[in-house]
């Protein structure tokens, strides 16, 4: 990039090499120590003049994200369900998309009292967290195998002041108890997606299962039934090709009302099924 000395001339020379405008605004707003929602004060003072460690600043930013980096990453933060959520490069940024997730979710326990409930591959503790939030009744227990995504899930959890329950564990095996709901967004891309060359920012582990993906779903499905309580339901995100296969394992697997939600592009973004109440 060139040396431009103002914010507009900073934003300008951002443009010019392809950087979105919302993503040069909030790498900007970082690299300035302000609010990511100080948008407004960027447009009021776009003549401001920049001093040279801001400026280096947000050029490397910049050229991070112009490398495919998360601004998630970039900023330290990310924002879900209304949550302010610390991330780095130990899980994945949550996304808009996994609020498909959180709000059936929620419709699924509508009624209940005290429901308990289990994320499991809670990563940055997005799910978990969003749900302990909206229901501070319920009680969310969270589960992920990587110690490093746990103490981040369990910082958040800190900060936010929510009482999640963390563990460490693949999947299910050797968790006890019995839920109301069991909601995941597991890993479900291909091993040999050709997509994942470009996601060399983020960990393997919480994408990749298997040659169809399936293989994380297949062990969760088989696993869910002996800790559901009846009428429990169980709620996965998935690819957008893969709903057809996840209701399929469903109901195979016993379980009834299998249906899938759309993500906000139209997508099948979500499958799910509930346990009967009788089996």
């Not at 302000?34 to 009021?44: F, I, M, N, Q, Y």
């Not at 009292?113 to 994320?119: F, K, R, T």
């Not at 499991?120 to 967290?129: E, F, K, Q």
Request: charged letters at 15%.
């Amino acid at each position: 990039m060139s040396q431009p000395s103002s914010i507009a001339q900073a934003l300008q020379a951002a443009a010019r090499q392809g950087l979105e405008r919302l993503d040069a605004q909030g790498l900007l707003l970082h690299a300035l120590g302000r609010s990511p929602h100080d948008r407004a004060w960027l447009l009021s003072h776009d003549t401001d003049e920049l001093d040279a460690d801001t400026l280096a600043r947000f050029q490397q930013r910049c050229a991070r994200r112009l490398d495919n980096e998360p601004m998630g990453y970039l900023t330290g933060w990310q924002e879900f369900f209304g949550l302010t959520l610390q991330v780095d490069h130990r899980v994945l940024v949550p996304r808009p998309d996994t609020e498909t997730l959180v709000e059936w979710a929620l419709q699924a326990i509508v009624g209940l009292q005290a429901p308990q409930i289990l994320d499991l591959g809670t990563g940055s503790g997005a799910i978990a967290l969003a749900l302990a939030h909206a229901r501070p009744d319920a009680a969310v227990h969270a589960v992920d195998a990587s110690t490093d995504a746990l103490a981040v899930a369990r910082g958040n959890a800190q900060r936010l002041g929510l009482p999640v329950v963390f563990s460490q564990g693949s999947w299910l095996t050797g968790h006890s108890g019995r839920y109301a709901l069991i909601a995941s967004n597991p890993p479900y891309i291909p091993q040999h997606d050709p997509h994942l060359t470009a996601l060399v920012h983020e960990p393997l582990q919480a994408l990749a299962a298997g040659a169809d993906g399936l293989d994380d779903i297949r062990a969760i499905v088989s696993q869910a039934p002996a800790h559901l309580a009846p009428g429990g339901w169980l709620l996965l995100e998935h690819g957008y090709d893969q709903a057809a296969a996840v209701r399929a394992l469903l109901q195979a697997q016993g379980f009834t009302a299998v249906q899938s939600r759309r993500d906000m592009a139209g997508i099948e973004r979500c499958s799910g099924g509930q346990w009967p109440t009788v089996k």
